[in-house]
């Protein structure tokens, strides 16, 4: 393994509960996957989302790799995994992040 390398991650079972509740749930699912200045207004059909944290978190733990979610592009989000291979559960990040006074700026940057 070299240095680079990203370390692989667990897959998780997806849970769709919050799904029916996401912003983009009667738009055409092909809106999210799209390239380059498209990709702008497909991330803020989710800037209002009400799952918009559940669905980043499943995004990053499942290791989607195409697509808008959570407000991200996948170029954001290997950016975002490279940044923290220390994290193996997005979702157990967020639920801390949620729960701490640090919500506000989570560590993420
Ligand atoms: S965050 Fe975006 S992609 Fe995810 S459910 Fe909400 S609108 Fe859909």
Redesign the pocket.
């Known amino acids: 393994m070299t240095a680079s390398r990203v370390p692989e991650r667990p897959k998780v079972a997806w849970d769709t509960a919050w ?1 029916s509740r ?3 749930r009667d738009i055409d699912p092909e809106t ?1 996957f799209v390239v380059g200045a498209a990709q702008h207004k497909a991330k803020a ?2 800037m209002g ?1 009400p ?2 944290v559940d ?2 978190a499943d995004a990053l733990d499942s290791g989607a790799e195409f697509g ?4 991200m592009t996948e170029r954001e989000r290997r950016t975002l995994l490279r940044r923290r291979p220390d994290i193996n559960s997005w979702r157990s990040f967020f639920q801390t992040a949620q729960r701490s006074e640090d919500y506000a700026t989570p560590a993420i940057r």
């Not at 808008?68 to 407000?71: A, H, I, Q, S």
Request: charged share 5%; proline share 0%; aromatic share 6%.
């Open positions: 799904a996401g912003a983009c999210l059909i989710c989302c799952v918009r669905c980043l808008v979610w959570g407000g």
